[in-house]
Structures are given as C-alpha cells and as structure tokens.
C-alpha cells in the first residue's frame, strides 16, 4: 500500500509543485548516458519524472509503481507516452532484459522488511539482462537525517496555481531504529480541508545494502557520493552476473 502522498489524488498532484528541483535526477540521466543503457526500468517511479526525461533521451523505459495516483498524474506529462507504465510493484513484473534499473528519491527505504527488500532486488536482477546495472540511493543512516524532520523545520507556506494556498509540515511520529516513522500535514486554504500522509523508512548501513545486494546475486560495483547532497546519501551501483541465465 502506497502512502497518502503518492496514493491519494489531490496529494499526488502536489508532489511536483512541492518537489520542483529534481537536480537530485542528473546523475541518473547521466548514468544512463555514460553506460550506453539503451533500456530502462524506473522502480518506482512516482510521478514519472525521471521517466520522462529518460524517454525525451531516447531511451526505451519502463517505469513501475504501486500507486495509481502517482501514474495518474504522471501519464500527464511531455513524453508521457514513450513510457509503458505499469501499476503494480516489481515483483509483479512481466519479464524484461533491460540495461539498466533505476531506485531514485529514495525508494530502496520504502522497503522496511528486510524480506521484502531482498524480493524487490531478486525482481529487480530478472529485469535486467546479464550485466546489467541497478542504481539506487539510500539516505546514510550517520547522517541522522530524521533529526531535521520537526515542524519548525519543515513548515512551509505556499501558493500553488489550481490550488491556492497550502501549508505543510512534518512531524516524526516513531524512532526505533533501523525504522523512522514520521507525517506530513498538508492543510489548504481554499476549503480548510487537512491531509496527512504517513511514512515509515528503513535506514540501511552501507555493510547492511552491501549484504542485501549479495544475497540476490547482484555485485556491488561502487557505492557514490549523491552530487546534489554530498555527504548525506549513498549511492549504489550493482552489476548482475554477465552469465546469468
């Protein structure tokens, strides 16, 4: 199940006016590029923005995620219809052979059981064809990064086109380690209407990623610095075997 942000419709259609700078995305794009990835698999792709772009590239891209309000808003966009969507998670995925599979905006977190990041991996490594790479980012866990989650620091005031003003905030609800849970209140001005959208994130250490991604067969390859958010998140890239059958 999705969190309201991503599954609840009038909530998914402010993830991009809130989220406008995806600089985060360059060095996906770029990966794409210096790899010669031809074919891409976007995990969970949210609101399809990386997708897109991918496509405008001249990419063949397939882009997955549970949440349909996510895809609703991101079937909207330029070069929406380059990408074959699909609604479902990705071990429900119909067979593929692609260069390259993407985890952006910190989706590998969103798997907070253990089992069910190492079938997502599994999924992921019958995606991709012999060799092929698998790119993902988790937040560094020494980096305390819940730590800022309060309202004081996260309280905004905004007006949206179509929307008209909007306040919001996050709040943790529960730290017990490796897990956080925290809730983001989005309140609107034109009807007084209040959303909350609850989240809970695994925080992985990078020994822990390195032994999950063994585990289903992929070989760490490197683990990066994210250019837009040096010091705070690490970046993964990990090759299947090059005679996977």
């Known amino acids: 199940m ?18 406008p700078d995806r600089s985060d995305l360059d060095a996906y794009v770029a990966l794409a590029g210096q790899t010669g ?23 063949e891209v397939i882009a ?34 692609v260069d390259l599979a993407t985890m952006t905006g910190n989706v590998a ?5 253990d089992e069910d990041w190492v079938t ?9 064809r012999p060799g092929g790479l698998l790119a993902f980012e988790t937040r560094d866990p020494e980096r305390n990064a819940w730590r800022e989650w309060t309202r004081a620091q996260t309280l905004r005031h905004l007006h949206i086109p179509e929307v008209g003003g909007l306040k919001t905030w996050v709040e943790l609800t529960e730290v017990e380690l490796p897990l956080v849970s925290f809730r983001a209140t989005y309140v609107f001005e ?3 209407a209040v959303l909350t959208s609850d989240s809970t994130l695994r925080f992985r250490s990078r ?13 760490a390859e490197d683990v990066r610095d994210a250019p837009d958010r040096p010091g705070r998140e ?10 996977d059958a």
Not at 234 to 243: C, E, M, S
């Open 2 to 19: 999705a969190d309201a942000l991503f599954e609840n419709r009038r909530l998914a259609n402010l993830y991009d006016p809130l989220n």
């Open 37 to 59: 990835a031809r074919s891409v698999l976007d995990i969970g792709c949210g609101t399809g923005t990386l997708a897109c772009r991918l496509a405008r590239a001249g990419n």
């Open 64 to 97: 997955v995620d549970p949440a349909a309000a996510s895809l609703s808003v991101a079937r909207r966009k330029p070069s929406a219809d380059r990408v074959r969507w699909i609604a479902g998670d990705v071990s429900e995925l119909p067979p593929l052979q």
């Open 109 to 113: 977190q969103v798997f907070s059981d």
């Open 120 to 128: 997502a991996l599994l999924a992921t490594r019958r995606a991709l």
């Open 190 to 192: 034109s009807d007084g």
């Open 207 to 219: 020994p822990e990623v390195e032994d999950s991604l063994t585990v289903a067969g992929f070989s």
């Open 234 to 243: 690490l970046v993964f890239l990990a090759r299947t075997p090059r005679n």
